[in-house]
């Protein structure tokens, strides 16, 4: 009998030199995929999530493509869907910082909202009626939420930044074109999740960055802002792979993806603590707290007002039961695992 000939799927990753792009990449290579990750121009490098990717004598890799573009260029945009014609497309780029968004609301809101309305007319204009789209939602889209409930594909959303704000816009443009075009657009509504991977400007990243150099004594204490915002912190290796289930289920909708487990910054900090043996203790309140090394009575965590922002989301924790239940979907990681990921990574800089 004759060898059947299956085609390898193609994708195209926009944000693939981010966090949840290098994983995601990753992760379809491993499924046979052929990738084609979108990365922008920068004066440096931004590509170290993904250099490992490439075979390091030749700086090539059959099955994966880095084209140059931007999501605030629809041209380059257009250009690249009509060359690839992809079967799935990630959405994953936009400018993902919160705190950022208040610097930056003009930009955020064109990369962030108009990016995706960007990619979707794209999909609309090409005719792509094959291309599946997966649109990178937000759990910051749910924003202010005034009870300890949590928060599920149902909940309403009432965004506390542009950030949010323009996350909202996407997700409703991919609802749109879904509807009104008959486009597979699909949104995850992931809660926060990080990673050994994450910008180091996330308060996670920071606060293992920051204790660890404080263990090594390379620092002496680290600044930061709300320590009672409470959130749903997963492993972005567990997500990505949602995002692929996402796009494999049998038609296009919306999913939370979450852990279901809350924690607020300062329990986290705790906890971060406890696991490089620095034990803690708080004095004072609101902007004079102060987090001591009870061993050396040094001080280790200062509140600074540059953290706080002017619109805070003060609880997320996401119910997950429809992804769970349809999509078989659960995390494998616990914040446990997630933190000592992180924490070997950063030793691991310093041995
Ligand atoms: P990230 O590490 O900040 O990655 C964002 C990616 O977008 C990077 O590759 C970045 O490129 C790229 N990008 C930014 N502006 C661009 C532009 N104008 N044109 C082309 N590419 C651009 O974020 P992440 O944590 O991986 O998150 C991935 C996506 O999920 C984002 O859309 C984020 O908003 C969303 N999200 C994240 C979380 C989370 O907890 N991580 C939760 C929910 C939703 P550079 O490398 O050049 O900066
Ligand atoms: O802040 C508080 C801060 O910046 C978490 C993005 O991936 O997840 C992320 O957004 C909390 C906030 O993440 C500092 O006020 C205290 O309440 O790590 P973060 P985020 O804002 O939740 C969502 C789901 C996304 O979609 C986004 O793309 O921590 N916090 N002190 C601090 N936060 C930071 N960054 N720095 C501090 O010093």
Redesign the pocket.
Same mark, same amino acid.
């Given at each position: 009998m004759g060898k059947i000939n299956k085609r390898k799927k193609v994708a195209i990753i926009f944000g693939i030199t981010g966090q949840d792009g290098s994983y995601l990449a990753e992760f379809l290579l491993k499924k046979n995929y052929i990738i084609h990750g979108v990365k922008r121009r920068s004066s440096s490098a931004n590509t170290e999530r993904i250099d490992h990717i490439f075979d390091s004598i030749n700086f090539r890799n059959k099955n994966f493509f880095i084209h140059y573009g931007d999501i605030t260029d629809s041209s380059s945009i257009l250009s690249l869907l009509n060359k690839v014609k992809p079967d799935e497309i990630y959405n994953l780029a936009a400018q993902?910082?919160?705190?950022v968004s208040f610097d930056i609301p003009e930009y955020t809101a064109n990369s962030t909202a108009l990016g995706a309305l960007r990619i979707l007319e794209s999909i609309k204009i090409l005719n792509l009626k094959k291309t599946k789209y997966y649109q990178a939602s937000?759990? /910051?889209m749910f924003g202010k939420q005034v009870s300890k409930k949590s928060q599920n594909e149902k909940t309403s959303f009432h965004p506390m930044s542009i !950030?949010g704000v323009s996350k909202v816009f996407a997700y409703h443009t991919s609802v749109f074109y879904r509807e009104a075009y008959g486009i597979f657009a699909s949104n995850g509504i &992931?809660?926060?999740h990080e990673s050994p991977r994450r910008g180091p400007?996330? %308060?996670?990243k920071?606060i293992i960055q920051g204790l660890v150099r404080i263990k090594l004594k390379k620092q002496k204490f680290l600044s &930061?802002?709300? &320590?009672y915002?409470v #959130?749903d912190w997963g492993h972005a290796q567990d997500y990505v792979e949602t995002m692929w289930k996402i796009l494999q289920y049998k038609k296009a909708d919306d999913w939370v993806i979450a852990t279901n487990v809350e924690m607020s %910054?300062k329990k986290f900090i705790n906890k971060c603590a406890k696991k490089l043996n620095i034990n803690i203790i708080w004095k004072n309140k609101g902007l004079n707290e102060v987090g001591i090394n009870k061993d050396n009575n040094e001080v280790v965590i200062k509140l600074d007002k540059k !953290?706080i #922002?002017p619109g /805070? %989301?003060n609880y997320l924790r996401g119910d997950y039961s429809k992804a769970k239940k349809l999509l078989k979907w659960k995390p494998k990681y616990t914040v446990d695992y997630l933190i000592e990921d992180m924490i070997r990574y950063e030793k691991n800089l310093y041995k």
């Open positions: 993902s910082h919160v705190k937000s759990s /910051e !950030y &992931l809660f926060n400007t996330f %308060v996670t920071k &930061l802002g709300n &320590l915002a #959130r %910054v !953290y #922002r /805070e %989301v």
